[in-house]
């Protein structure tokens, strides 16, 4: 039992509905993987294969799309209304006394999707005998970004090397691109972005479209569309144009034919992502254009063939006081300038998936744009595949926060996903965490959190608790013994790794390049400010933190009335974002009594005890699952606590050479020491 099945295990549950015999009327290969999916459960549960039958007399479980007679004959077509292309209904239909289960939709990626579903009711023990259930999903694009590499290096990847075999490709396939479809079906992602938005010119040659193609036709009937991420510079790198300014017309008109090239190999390709102008990469600003100029000259192209641009938010630069300003600064003036196919993907924070951070001042403030939120699924700020953090109370952090762009209850969900503005696209990203290591995702915990993305992107309403419970049941164990202790660990995780990372606002200390352990001391003469700590923490003898009030960088401007009120005023500030918005002194009264470095004090000791006792709870887990996966997950848990300790250590001695107080006497002192802390840096390689 190694975890390479993910959560579609089929383990017996309680009880078993009939689904010996399954009627369709219809074929496609969308609906053939239905069945195969239907059979792959009944030979789990009862070692046999199912049988299908084309009239409705012979089985219990019907499914088919409103073309079918068997689904017209009992389902009445303005149900149908309202379901858009990727919603289905799952219904126990009493006909002449006969009981059967329906599932049907428009389409037959909607039967999947509904398949799916009825196969987590049954492995949850959730299957009624009343069943009607209505659903669609809150976004049309559910799309992973992959940060692969063409020579299978995973950029900020902790799970091997890319599932891609680029050399192979088109001609050897590997099994697991089916396995991957699937997964990604059985929670409704339909999209992915196959490659780095560090993005090679490469991918667009010819050569490598017919092996994006080979991907795309496998992904196809699970509904998986392939989108590429594209360097702004192709046309002058790969096409050998003297530049790629995209108001040249030999620019646009290489890009036009590039889009036509690919549609004739991949008809229903989805289209691009773009990181332009960040991070040292090419984009329009190189020729004093926009990035209105440059994510519209994409869109054109792609307009004739229904493709769409993804074009990134992700900008900083260091003649800024602030870069958590920039994207707004940038992007604001452009609102109104984009065509109907561009949407502007935002990171959920303002600066760069930080363990927590105050959303995107962008989401919102961009009235006539289409935004999308970009999450990160990998945990590149988070300890990597090492430590365990359940992301669904991030992802739900951000959707739930609450922007009052058009008034109270202008959460960033309903932003997005269309409720309050009626935009033409709809989409929602996450850099995914899979790579080629038997279990997909480096951590056994780690999967969770690319189930989470998709049950999200299907229902933002979702809760993280009830996220947690169906994974935990289709993946580990369906024994209450199991579920509800593991649940507690999944559910205090990710505040366990702010508490003994970054508490109470504190943002990127991380160490240089790696990003895995502390490094607040930092420093590189000379080297860009906005690339070092104490740009982020600013600790002196007086206090801590960013100030970023209207006295200070006045990033709080960035967002609507009453938050950038609340935001500036300290005593108004949540806590828990007190020093990213505010310059603290150390001596400063929290709301608990507690000075401001008491409570720090606490915070980074709190986190340290939470990794214990997740440790204490998963060893008496034991008895309940498989011996590999439970001594998998118990070493993790020991390095996660490991590091835990490093990170207070760190912190609290570096941090009290500027407070100059006693860490106080009931927390756990610090077994390092500063010294030896700065010699060594803590980087996952520590613990191969
Ligand atoms: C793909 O590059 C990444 C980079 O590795 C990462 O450290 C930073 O978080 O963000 C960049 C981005 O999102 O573009």
Redesign the pocket.
Known sequence: EDGSKLWLRYTPPEAIYDFSTVTMDETSPTLEKALKELNIAWQSFEGKDIQTSKTTDAGSLVIGTSKSKNITSVISSKDFDDLGNDGYIIRNINKGGKQSITIASNTDIGVLYGVFHFLRLIQTNQLSASINIVEKPKYDIRILNH?DNLDRTV??GYAGYSLWKWDELPNTLSPRYEAYARANASIGINATVLN???ASPQILSKEYLHKVKALADIFRPYGLKVYLAVNFSSPKELGGLPNSDPLNKEVIKWWNDKAKEIYSIIPDFGGFLV?AN??GLPGPQDYGRTHADGANMLADALKPYNGIVMWRA?VYNPSNEDRAKQAYLEFMPLDGQFRDNVIIQIKNGPI??QPREPFSPLFGAMQKTPEMVEFQITQ?YLGFSNHLAYLAPLFKETLDSDTYANGKGSTIAKITDGTLRPHKLTAIAAVANIGEDTNWCGHHFAQSNWYAFGRLAWDHQLTSKQIADEWIKMTFSKDNGFVNPVKDIMLASREAVVDYMMPMGLHHIFAFGH?YGPEPWGDVPGGRPDWMPWYYHNADSVGLGFDRSITGSNAVSQYFSPLKEIYNDASRCPENLLLWFHYIPWSYKMKNGRIMWDELCYKYNSGVQQTRSFQQTWRQMQPYIDEQRFNDVKSKLEIQSQDAVWWKDACLLYFQTFSKRPIPSDIEPPVHKLEDLKKIKLDMKHHN
Do not use: A, G, L, Y
Request: charged share 45%; no cysteine.
């Open positions: 940060w950029e900020r780095n938005v560090n990181k960040s991070e992700f760069d998936f590149e990003h």
